[in-house]
């Protein structure tokens, strides 16, 4: 399977702006306002999020975050944690150090309780102490049928953990640099999630941020091969994260692609038909955590595959 019906969200108890992501994530603006009111915000965006999601059969499993450890960014799970179908966990390492504090055991059993089998756990994280990185399903793609895992180089996707993921999770790797201009500069973007969303039968790819001929042309070429109609999106979208979008299962195995209601308004009326081709579109103002977080709703998003026992 593609896409899943359970997916795993954490309730933010410290959201902020996150000084030690903002070196290299040039989706985030500070917001003139005290964190408790931005985590305030934050929570109430996240509950009305919550609560589409569950009134479409969503089944959403949600842990709220501890206080005890500065976290300002479990919101986006995604990033530390990776659940697979034959049972396997994958646990990530983290670039900003106050991230790792994200990383908890309790989730495991959480889980476990909900019914869910955990039979094993890699873990890279010991990459952290030769300042290595690699972001879970933000920095990695996976086309889960077809084994293959799209990845964009930064600060944030190593390559030689990268592979050895695939080796790991027998995916063929399909590795380029996406880049976004920044002061005149092209910098590379700091997680694939936010240029190009893969659902089963189509792809949400920011094309021009892959500056390579080559390189752009090898994606395309997987991508066609696999039979995805490609949708592209330009830069501009992008930063209003309508590449950061989730395809979802529903009730009765009703498709729906997730997306902030930013991403949603800066689609054209083109685009969205060709989405709704495929499936529904879900949308929910996230403002405050894009905003502050530099992440939007597929980072939001902790896609669950394990079996049930």
Same mark, same amino acid.
């Given at each position: ?23 290299? +994530? &040039? ?20 509950? =009305?999020? #919550?609560?589409?999601? !569950?009134? !479409? ?5 949600? @842990? ?34 106050? *991230? ?44 889960? #049928? %077809?084994?293959?895992?799209? $990845?964009?180089?930064?600060? *944030? ?5 990268? @592979? ?10 399909? @590795? ?12 590379? @973007? ?8 893969? =659902?089963? +039968?189509?792809?949400?790819? $920011? ?9 752009r042309k090898n994606v395309l070429d997987h991508l066609k091969n696999d ?27 009703? *498709? &729906? ?10 689609? /054209? ?7 709704? %081709? ?9 403002? /405050? ?7 939007? =709703?597929? $980072? ?10």
């Open positions: 399977m593609q896409i899943t019906n359970t997916i795993l969200m954490i309730r933010p108890v410290s959201f902020r702006m996150n000084e030690q992501t903002a070196v290299n +994530n &040039y989706f985030m603006e500070d917001i003139d306002m005290k964190n408790q009111e931005i985590n305030q915000k934050a929570q109430k965006e996240f509950d =009305a999020f #919550v609560s589409i999601l !569950k009134n !479409k059969g969503v089944n959403v499993i949600v @842990i709220e975050d501890t206080k005890e450890q500065d976290t300002p960014d479990s919101i986006f799970p995604n990033n530390w944690i990776s659940f697979h179908n034959n049972g396997t966990v994958g646990v990530y390492p983290m670039f900003a150090e106050n *991230r790792r504090n994200e990383r908890r055991e309790d989730i495991f059993v959480t889980l476990e309780e909900n019914g869910f089998k955990i039979k094993d756990v890699i873990d890279y994280t010991s990459a952290e102490d030769e300042g290595l990185f690699l972001e879970g399903t933000g920095s990695i793609l996976l086309d889960r #049928v %077809n084994k293959k895992a799209y $990845c964009a180089l930064s600060e *944030r996707a190593n390559e030689d953990l990268f @592979i050895e993921f695939c080796e790991d999770f027998d995916f063929f790797p399909v @590795i380029f640099t996406a880049n976004q201009s920044v002061d005149g500069k092209r910098l590379p @973007i700091y997680h694939t999630n936010v240029m190009m969303a893969l =659902a089963e +039968n189509f792809v949400v790819i $920011c094309l021009d941020s892959i500056d390579d001929k080559k390189e039979g995805k109609e490609i949708i592209p999106i330009t830069e501009k979208q992008m930063h209003h994260f309508a590449g950061n979008m989730l395809q979802v299962l529903g009730s009765e195995g009703q *498709r &729906y692609m997730v997306m902030s209601t930013a991403a949603f308004n800066s689609l /054209t009326p083109k685009q969205i038909a060709q989405i709704e %081709n495929h499936c529904p579109i879900l949308h929910s103002s996230l403002e /405050t955590i894009e905003t502050c977080g530099g992440g939007s =709703a597929r $980072c939001m998003m902790a896609e669950v595959f394990l079996p049930q026992s």
